[in-house]
């Protein structure tokens, strides 16, 4: 299939291009808007002149005018870049700031967490988003959204990963708009009784009620978290168990109300309403009444991003349905990503579950129709699941390369849990909507209630049997973006080899794939030649990492577990190897001595080059430099805060490098 043919695909690749281009670049608004506007008078002076849209200099100033556009729908997203962002305002410690509740997060064991918007700072209005946490007290009741809230607590910036390949949750908030955090207590804030209302926090509190509702039912702690993420997209009460059984076994999208979920929903509502069609303007009653309904499924289950870009695709496809041209799939796709979610928030082009919802979706438009023509069975019910199949390796194959790039893990046996639950879904989706209306009305029948219960249970233990069978699940696969790239340019390239087996297609086919194995046998080599040690980060632990080639040894205290900070170093710097060691008071790397001084305070007095200080040493560090001279001083996160302070301050006075990892981040030796 020509995609390109299909002009709002070329728009919406343009302006993916023009939303790139801010992304990496820095512009200035207004500078941005006079060249639109400029663009838009040339454009008007071409056709008035030539009366011909199809000229190539109508087409030139078009894609610039469409990359500008998306340049500009970026820059214009950025909150920071607007003047009455709060860190325009010059504030100190003492401003009272007003904060109203934006999104309520999962709370982690020692703190409640929450989106908040800043609407003012002292006197001054603003705007923008910040993190807030509070202890997680019991004393304290949760925020609800569209709370208000007065604190004078202080504004902090997110810090940045203190150790090598660690998840960037600083980049991850900045591409939200978040810049700061608040760490609040429990003293420091009141809240304002006369808080406004929005249709978010109206549709939370719609949410809120059907799930006090549901707990009133005799419905099971695993089950009833499961029936809140597919019916409510609230995720919060999963167990951890239960969550991590569907990410093995390649179904987590199941929980996450999306695409999926209103596609299957918009079929149900067509097959309900598909009487109405007898009656005068009856396909107009469907498509306002599945519109109406599809939006309200979104409104009860939280008006999230993943749930908005859902909507609104399948509000086209109701459109298409209702003009009778539900096949022209990819206009529709793309008029929906470019007219409706990226002009208005350009960031969801950088959101993971954006990225692998559409590629799920075109893969599945695109390469469906080829798998399904390789055979074509005559019993109706294998030629169904045979579709089904075929439905599920397209969208696996489509959002592969993203699932290893971001979690570099892939589920061998995907197409066992799409195969069973996939097909019940919509059954499970229906049966769940009519338990919640007979719940909120008081008349849900108990026979009803646990009927739902064991289908829930049935669902989850599948799960559980399919994540179990670890040897088909794939860990540990290092995928970087150049192959993340390479590897769509494969499939593109075998994909029309499939549809236009020639030459040309055969050649420019295994010319990707060569190149994809060049890229990633030096990516080999070049981790073979690599030769690191690193001084990691960790509270209340010493831990050094001395990497050769492959090869990894973990100094530590006789700790042999791996942790969080040596999965991700492994997996991104293709460690094959393992081994742990207890840590020495000295150690010679490229023949650069380092001294090791612990809790004993014992040191050579022969001159050294570096000294890393752990586990708090009661030393005198001005007689220290003094008798060694030492080049630099490491500190660890083994050490008391007071003493890093004090340690700061004499090097400082002396005038010594001094490198703390709890501030500076991991340490190399080099």
């Known amino acids: 299939m020509k995609l390109l043919a299909f002009i709002p695909i070329r728009l919406t690749l343009l302006l993916i291009l023009g939303i790139l281009i801010g992304y990496f670049f820095t512009f200035n608004l207004q500078y941005l808007q006079i060249f639109i506007i400029v663009l838009f008078l040339v454009l008007a002076a071409i056709f008035l002149f030539e009366k011909n849209t199809k000229s190539i200099l109508f087409a030139i100033v078009s894609a610039i005018l469409f990359v500008s556009i998306g340049t500009y729908c970026y820059t214009n997203a950025q909150p920071i870049n607007h003047k009455d962002h709060y860190t325009k305002r010059t504030f100190t410690d003492h401003d009272i700031w007003n904060l109203k509740i934006k999104e309520v997060l999962k709370p982690t064991q020692y703190s409640l967490r929450y989106y908040a918007t800043v609407k003012s700072i002292g006197t001054h209005p603003t705007n923008g988003t910040i993190l807030i946490s509070i202890p997680n007290d019991s004393s304290i009741a949760s925020l609800k959204i569209d709370d208000e809230l007065m604190t004078y607590s202080k504004i902090e910036i997110i810090a940045s990963p203190l150790n090598p390949h660690q998840f960037d949750y600083k980049n991850y908030l900045k591409s939200l708009g978040i810049y700061h955090q608040m760490r609040i207590k429990p003293r420091q804030f009141t809240i304002t009784p006369t808080a406004e209302t929005s249709l978010k926090g109206i549709a939370a509190k719609a949410r809120n009620h059907i799930i006090a509702k549901l707990k009133n039912e005799n419905f099971g702690k695993d089950e009833l978290g499961v029936i809140q993420a597919l019916l409510l997209g ?300 690193i001084v990691l980060h960790k509270t209340k632990e010493r831990i050094i990492i001395n990497r050769n080639g492959k090869n990894l040894s973990i100094l530590n205290d006789g700790n042999n577990q791996t942790n969080y900070l040596i999965t991700g170093y492994t997996t991104a710097e293709r460690i094959r190897t393992i081994r742990f060691d207890t840590l020495k008071n000295s150690y010679l790397f490229k023949d650069e001595p380092l001294i090791i001084i612990d809790s004993t305070g014992i040191y050579p007095p022969s001159p050294s080059h570096k000294i890393l200080l752990t586990q708090s040493p009661k030393i005198n560090l001005d007689r220290l430099i003094d008798s060694i001279k030492p080049s630099e001083i490491i500190v660890d996160g083994s050490n008391y805060n007071s003493y890093v302070d004090r340690w700061k301050a004499t090097c400082i006075k002396n005038k010594i490098p001094f490198h703390y990892t709890g501030e500076k981040g991991a340490y190399y030796l080099e």
């Open 234 to 533: 609230q995720r919060s009460e999963i167990s951890q168990e239960t969550y991590t059984n569907y990410q093995k076994a390649g179904a987590i999208h199941i929980l996450a109300v999306s695409g999926l979920h209103i596609g299957i929903l918009l079929l149900l509502i067509q097959i309900l309403l598909s009487p109405i069609k007898q009656l005068p303007k009856g396909r107009t009653i469907i498509l306002l009444l599945s519109v109406i309904l599809l939006w309200g499924f979104a409104f009860l289950a939280g008006l999230s991003a993943s749930i908005i870009r859902a909507t609104t695709m399948f509000s086209f496809v109701a459109y298409a349905l209702y003009l009778n041209r539900p096949s022209n799939t990819f206009n529709i796709l793309a008029l929906s990503i470019l007219f409706i979610l990226l002009f208005i928030d350009p960031n969801l082009l950088f959101q993971v579950g954006f990225q692998m919802s559409y590629a799920a979706v075109f893969a599945i438009l695109w390469i469906f129709p080829l798998l399904k023509n390789i055979w074509y069975p005559k019993n109706k019910i294998v030629r169904y699941f045979w579709q089904l199949l075929c439905v599920s390796i397209a969208a696996q194959l489509g959002v592969l390369p993203i699932s290893l790039f971001y979690f570099h893990q892939f589920p061998g046996l995907f197409f066992i849990s799409n195969l069973v639950i996939v097909p019940a879904l919509g059954l499970i989706l229906g049966m769940g909507i009519l338990v919640i209306f007979l719940s909120l009305i008081n008349w849900l029948p108990s026979q009803i209630a646990l009927i739902y219960n064991d289908i829930i249970w049935l669902m989850n233990s599948l799960i559980a049997w399919v994540a179990q069978q670890e040897s088909f699940i794939f860990k540990a696969i290092l995928f970087d973006f150049i192959q993340l790239i390479l590897s769509f340019t494969v499939i593109v390239l075998g994909l029309e080899l499939w549809a236009k087996f020639n030459y040309k297609c055969l050649v420019l086919f295994f010319t990707g794939i060569i190149c994809f194995q060049g890229y990633t046998i030096y990516q080999e080599y070049e981790a073979n030649e690599k030769i690191e040690a």
